[in-house]
């Protein structure tokens, strides 16, 4: 049977004062943009889940499908937890051969095409239960975290690929790193499922010990977590 992805926009609001979810771009929803990015890929369903009636009612403005999730106060609040809970309602809807695709709104930026490939890409690997976006930079450096001790600073906190900060003379002689990205997780439904039966929802949505990586670039990388940070969206949309 062919394999097919089930996305899911996880929208849960576990803080009142939280309203991240609520931010617009460009006078549209995060949520209404990340709704129409998935759809455009023709991959599969879409489905927004979430404990807010009034994301709901958003959702329901267009062509994704809603799922409304209770708070249970005996659970912790996770965001395995928040789409576990989603995917008990479409269970039967779904294959052990398919694969849920997790893509937060917070992550304006990611392409169609980067979607389709990433998508691709682990379906293709029959052995690998999961996939996880990352992208490269040298602006955030391992080694040049720091400590400050006793009014002093600590330098070689942070050893990495057997390189400390005090050995390197120019900072472009550092190793590139990569940093996981949450813009697109793809597990497979089995790995997930075998989750939600024993109530496991403090794990990943990805299983670390089974997972491939697929790279975006920084932009794509890009989280609006605040409405101030929709004026460096505009300058990177602009510019790189």
Do not use: W
Request: net charge positive; charged share 30%.
């Amino acid at each position: 049977m062919k394999s097919k992805i089930v996305f899911i926009i996880p929208a849960s609001i576990f803080n009142k004062k939280d309203k991240k979810n609520f931010i617009k771009y460009k006078k549209k929803y995060l949520l209404i943009h990340k709704i129409n990015s998935l759809l455009s890929t023709k991959l599969g369903p879409v489905y927004v889940v979430s404990n807010s009636k009034n994301i709901i009612k958003i959702s329901n403005f267009t062509k994704a499908k809603s799922i409304f999730i209770h708070d249970t106060i005996s659970q912790k609040k996770t965001m395995l937890f928040s789409i576990c809970k989603g995917l008990e309602n479409i269970k039967n809807e779904i294959s052990t051969n398919d694969y849920i695709a997790v893509s937060p709104m917070q992550n304006l930026f990611l392409r169609k095409d980067t979607i389709i490939k990433a998508c691709k890409k682990i379906i293709s690997k029959k052995k690998v239960n999961s996939l996880n976006t990352y992208y490269s930079s040298f602006s955030q450096h391992p080694c040049q975290i720091i400590d400050e001790t006793n009014k002093l600073i600590k330098f070689d906190v942070v050893k990495y690929k057997n390189t400390l900060f005090t050995k390197t003379e120019k900072t472009k002689a550092l190793p590139q790193v990569s940093y996981s990205s949450c813009a697109l997780r793809v597990s497979k439904f089995k790995y997930i499922n075998k989750l939600m039966k024993k109530k496991f929802y403090n794990k990943f949505i990805i299983d670390t010990n089974s997972c491939i990586g697929f790279e975006i670039d920084k932009k794509e990388a890009f989280e609006i977590k605040k409405s101030n940070d929709l004026k460096y969206a505009e300058y990177i949309e602009k510019n790189v």
